[in-house]
Nanobody, 121 residues
Framework: VQLQASGGGLVQAGDSLRLSCAVS????????MGWFRQAPGEEREFVGA????????YAAYSVEGRFIISRDNAKNMVYLQMNSLKPEDTAVYYC???????????????WGKGTQVTVSS
């Protein structure tokens, strides 16, 4: 199983960025997908998630209204559209897959390697 996140980079505050996660080696539509992030010296935190069919999404309060999660089950891809980026969004972003309905870090089945997002002020 592989989850490969991409799309990170260095941007300025207020900019937008879209992360992608390519998934292989599992039956994609059977897994709820999520995004997490980890800033230096901080614990990994939940960013948002999307249901198996893509008809339901939920996001952390800190990013709600700015970040949008989507998926394409035909392409085995999940996306994180990040708008109005802030310096506090700087972190390594990870995609994750769980066979369960709800995406929670302790029950994630598979993690991607992460992609760095840096937001300058």
């Amino acid at each position: 199983v592989q989850l490969q996140a991409s799309g990170g980079g260095l941007v300025q505050a207020g900019d937008s960025l879209r992360l992608s996660c390519a998934v292989s080696g599992l039956t994609f539509e059977n897994y709820a997908m999520g995004w997490f992030r980890q800033a230096p010296g901080e614990e990994r935190e939940f960013v948002g998630a999307i249901s198996r069919s893509g008809d339901s999404t939920y996001a952390a309060y800190s990013v709600e209204g700015r970040f949008i999660i989507s998926r394409d089950n035909a392409k085995n891809m999940v996306y994180l559209q990040m708008n109005s980026l802030k310096p506090e969004d700087t972190a390594v972003y990870y995609c994750a897959a769980t066979i369960l309905r709800r995406v929670v870090a302790r029950t994630v089945d598979y993690w991607g390697k992460g992609t760095q997002v840096t937001v300058s002020s």
